[in-house]
């Protein structure tokens, strides 16, 4: 299994990137090959007394910033780490492809250089996120602003196999982000799309409202990418504020520093559970072959977790179960007509 790294996307590369990349060759058996600039991830390695033997290295020229706008992937940044990168992943030179950098030129570049999964309207980005009880998926959550009923129909079945084959949820509870339960709640994109998931085989449950996501509500939450993403940060901010009030909590005084003591296995529990590095990075849904988003600021173990979930994501074959379903459905589709 070989991942292909880009070694310079994300606020904290190319360091944290090379540490996450050793991390994850050492304890998961892969092969990984940094892209970017040879001498800079030489010499920050020799900085840093990071041992890189036995990783590959692909030189690329440039970066593409997170100010620049997506399209830039396939005009002046096409020589940068992330277009070199998915380059060879088209090219089959790897199996997956890792990057923290720009979402949309990302997203882009997947669409465009890497291609999308025969039937596929649109590539939908899929945070694994925490709930009450678990993990929960959310998809799209920021690659479509836009969407149509049947884009988002697409993003339930290719986020019930991914339950199924990467997290091991035997049939998955599929869910509709709406403003309540009801089903004539919404725009006329919740009404439409609550239908095709209603007349599928998918196990659809209904509408989710923003209050039940996190209390276990399904476990593929299906949105539009512009609600999708505004969950996400909400979800990530909430998270964050509960954690530091705790933490405020416990550091108060002696006698709240002494209760902290006595339960420190549950709070360092329940803080893991709400930490967005345990789910890794969030695979581009869609694609031909695997992409990974790993967070814009992730820290080298955040990183590990992202080319984890590559390697799952390819080992289990949900590209090609995806293939499969979508045949059937078309399928289906025609017999209906």
Known sequence: MKIIVDAFGGDNAPLEIIKGAVMAKNEYNVDIVLVGNEEVIRQVAVDNDIDIYGIEIAHADSVISQEEPGSEIMKS??????????KMLANK????????GNSGALCVGATLIVKRIKGIKRPGFAAILPNLNGRFMLVDCGANVECKPNM??????????YMQKVMGIENPRIGLANVGTEEHKGTPLQHETYKLLSNSNLNFVGNVEGRDIPLDGCDVLVADGFTGNLILKTYEGVALAILKKIKGIFTKNIKNKISAALIMKDVKEFKKAFDYSEGGGAPIMGCSMPVFKA??????KTFKMAIKMAKIYSENDVIGTISQELLKNRESDKEDE
């Open 93 to 100: 030179e790897g199996d997956a492809f890792v990057s923290a």
């Open 152 to 161: 988002l129909k697409q993003f339930a079945i290719m986020g019930s196999i």
């Open 295 to 300: 967070h814009g600021n992730s820290d080298a």
């Open 77 to 86: 940044k096409s020589d940068s780490s992330m277009a070199v990168g998915l």
